[in-house]
């Protein structure tokens, strides 16, 4: 158990709607990270937070977007959804940033009909 | 950009040594890690290794790093059936603010007993 939670385990949804992901990183971790795994494209980076603060972007459609709560638990959330945002989506947390190590959590995964 | 290979596939005998290769394309400050993941699982940190070593070792881990080739190897020794599971190279920047991971397409060890 790496003290990484991510809720729902599994969402189901159709097409056009929006969804929230939860994450709550290891206590005392102040970086949380979003990835996305699917099978055509892999592990992705999508988006980083360090202390509330967005620090840094990567392959994260417009569609998408994130925050990070003042208690630093962090939500992703995906709106007008297409089939091809099925995935799993990981949260990771390190203690600061740059070059710390990130523990993941279970990931959530997300099916669009 | 940045880049990471490894190979899809490896197949071995319960009690032998593994060994899974990765090539990075970064240079000079980077971290490189190892991770595991399980059917249906989340994404669990091996070990680690910082560019400016040759190897790390921890109990049955062996890493090796061959920074003129950018090559990375992991070695288990005496291979078990429940370290059946998809590995993956990742590297990250040192000294920079942002710290995400690239991760390569993961290699699927299958171990036979």
């Known amino acids: 158990d790496s003290g990484v939670t991510q809720t729902p385990k599994h969402l189901i949804t159709a097409t056009g709607q929006r969804v929230t992901l939860r994450c709550s990183p290891r206590s005392g971790d102040l970086s949380v990270y979003w990835y996305q795994q699917s099978l055509d494209q892999g592990l992705q980076f999508l988006i980083q937070y360090y202390n509330g603060e967005e620090r840094a972007k990567g392959n994260i459609l417009e569609r998408f977007s994130a925050q990070q709560f003042p208690d630093l638990h962090s939500e992703l959330n995906l709106s007008s959804l297409e089939l091809g945002d099925s995935a799993l989506y990981f949260c990771a947390s390190s203690v600061r940033s740059g070059t710390d190590t990130q523990y993941f959590g279970p990931g959530t995964r997300l099916t669009v009909l | 950009g940045e880049d990471v290979e490894q190979s899809l596939f490896l197949s071995v005998r319960e009690g032998d040594s593994s060994v899974i290769n990765c090539t990075y394309t970064?240079?000079?400050?980077?971290?490189l890690y190892w991770y595991k993941q399980e059917p249906g699982a989340g994404l669990q940190l091996l070990t680690y290794?910082?560019?400016?070593?040759d190897m790390k070792q921890d109990q049955r881990l062996t890493v090796l790093l061959n920074k003129k080739d950018k090559h990375l190897s992991l070695r288990i020794a005496d291979t078990q059936t429940g370290d059946s599971a998809i590995y993956f190279c990742a590297e990250t920047y040192y000294g920079g603010s942002q710290g995400n991971l690239i991760f390569g397409k993961g290699t699927k060890l299958s171990v036979k007993p």
């Open positions: 290794i910082f560019s400016n070593m």
């Open positions: 970064d240079s000079s400050s980077t971290y």
